[in-house]
């Protein structure tokens, strides 16, 4: 087969191919965006005169302290996590018509390389397609929005650009991943000419053994700080692995928990069901509680980020006020000026996170509002059925709105309770007052000679009252709130494609 035709092939379909396609590429030029901002940001020279040297052309702390710029890229490409998940979610939509048309080609001769092949194909050419919008809106964003103040300070990081290399990778390498990503989800399909058959999902019911993984993401984060205090110079760059790791296991924690929490939350919804609704839901909540898993995601990623943050938040308001108050104490005003910039820089910055989190969960919603587009559209002969066979079609709806919220709230509570305490853990408790006293770490004599004093002697603040900072309550209620609100106006966009989906009509549909 010519590269031509399997061009021509992977990109034919009707509409909900074309929707797919389109919100792949979406996808991928979200992703593009994203990898590109963390690359500017790292382009970023420093001025000579040393490694700590600030560039003050610009207006951002982040941006201008070299420090910083690590970690500001690192949150950035945070934000593909949810884009990913998008995408992977997107691929999902109008898969039984995209089964059909693979089952034709098979029928008209094609092997089942070739098949897979022309799936790949589809992915990575949307993928291509995406990262080279992606591209051309960065590179016009870029001169759209450089624009110095009076004072020649930019906001952004407009003047620096990734060299090309950097621009041909990412436009690429995107599509490259997502390409092998495709033929790895393909290596259990099956294409015939009667159909596509795919291996049987994960059997029996869930086990609670993701706890294990929270607890032990949770014990990770706890151990930083005495790790830190126990280790020697040059091991930051370690500790913060080893925090991100604990991160990443809590958080993995957190997402294969959705699947026992679906299981548990259908039996339990069964159990105590009053009506039609709450019985299709338990049903459907039980057959596939790892669909919990798979919907949300993204959205419990970044839930738990966001919880952590505020933990973040409350740690850096106590010390700001243990600050003040020491200062006050000793009658010392001169750096009430530096308490106000540091104080505004650390809000900003968690603003900047907040945002980061918002911009996911809104990723995220839409991902659940694919799933929801793509589940209706999967199930429309089985609700086409039940409406003909006299199931008001608001029954199904609610069924619908049960099964995604059933699971959800404990879900969302779960999220933010392990992610408040990960950044709950990761800071140490605060101490006001005292006196800051020499202690020695080594031997006498060690201790005692000046050449090595420094090495090992260490400033311990003794006689301060202990402070912790309380649980921002307000801000979590607003991060799930917010979080359960969007499912619920996802849940409404989803169900307002019910009526077309269950039409008599459907029932003689092949």
Request: hydrophobic letters at 55%; one cysteine or more.
């Amino acid at each position: 087969m010519r590269p031509g035709t399997f061009v021509r092939l992977a990109l034919a379909g009707n509409r909900t191919d074309a929707a797919r396609v389109a919100l792949t590429a979406l996808s991928a030029a979200l992703a593009a965006l994203a990898v590109l901002a963390a690359l500017s940001v790292l382009a970023i020279q420093t001025p000579p005169g040393g490694p700590r040297q600030e560039s003050e052309h610009y207006t951002n702390a982040l941006l201008r302290e070299p420090g910083l710029r690590g970690g500001t890229a690192f949150a950035i490409l945070l934000l593909t996590i949810p884009v990913l998940a998008l995408a992977g979610q997107c691929a999902r939509l109008g898969a039984p018509a995209r089964d059909r048309r693979l089952a034709a080609f098979r029928l008209a001769g094609a092997t089942p390389g070739q098949v897979t092949r022309v799936a790949v194909l589809e992915t990575g050419l949307a993928s291509l397609l995406g990262t080279a919008a992606g591209l051309a809106t960065y590179l016009v964003g870029r001169a759209l929005l450089h624009r110095p103040d009076v004072n020649g300070r930019l906001a952004l990081p407009t003047d620096v650009l990734p060299t090309v290399p950097e621009l041909a990778l990412v436009v690429l390498a995107l599509p490259l991943i997502a390409a092998v990503v495709s033929a790895l989800m393909l290596r259990g399909v099956t294409a015939t000419p009667l159909g596509v058959t795919r291996r049987a999902r994960r059997a029996g019911r869930p086990r609670p053994w993701p706890a294990l993984l929270i607890a032990l993401g949770v014990l990770g984060a706890a151990l930083f700080e005495p790790i830190r205090r126990a280790s020697a110079d040059g091991l930051d760059t370690l500790l913060f692995a080893w925090v991100l790791l604990g991160t990443f296991t809590a958080v993995l924690g957190v997402v294969l928990a959705a699947g026992w929490i679906s299981h548990r939350a259908g039996r339990l919804l069964h159990r105590y069901a009053r009506s039609p609704a709450q019985l299709l839901a338990a049903r459907r909540l039980t057959e596939d509680p790892w669909a919990g898993s798979r919907t949300f995601a993204a959205l419990l990623a970044a839930l738990a980020i966001g919880a952590g943050a505020t933990a973040f938040r409350a740690w850096f308001a106590l010390r700001e006020q243990v600050w003040r108050e020491d200062n006050r104490r000793a009658g010392i005003s001169a750096f009430d000026d530096l308490d106000d910039q540091r104080s505004a820089f650390y809000l900003r910055t968690m603003d900047l996170v907040d945002l980061a989190v918002g911009v996911a969960v809104a990723i995220a919603a839409a991902g659940l509002l694919v799933m929801l587009i793509e589940g209706i559209t999967a199930r429309r002969r089985t609700y086409a059925a039940l409406v003909a066979g006299g199931v008001p079609r608001a029954t199904i709806g609610v069924s619908i709105l049960w099964q995604v919220l059933t699971p959800v709230v404990p879900a969302v509570l779960l999220a933010l309770g392990a992610g408040y305490t990960l950044g709950r853990t990761v800071n140490a408790d605060i101490v006001s007052g005292g006196d800051w006293e020499p202690v020695c770490r080594a031997t006498a004599e060690l201790c005692a000679d000046p050449a090595t004093r420094d090495r090992h002697i260490e400033w311990v603040l003794a006689g301060g009252v202990v402070r912790s900072p309380g649980v921002p309550l307000e801000q979590l209620a607003l991060l799930g709130g917010g979080a359960v609100a969007a499912t619920l106006l996802t849940v409404g966009l989803g169900v307002l494609l019910l009526r077309p989906n269950t039409a008599v009509e459907e029932l003689r549909a092949t």
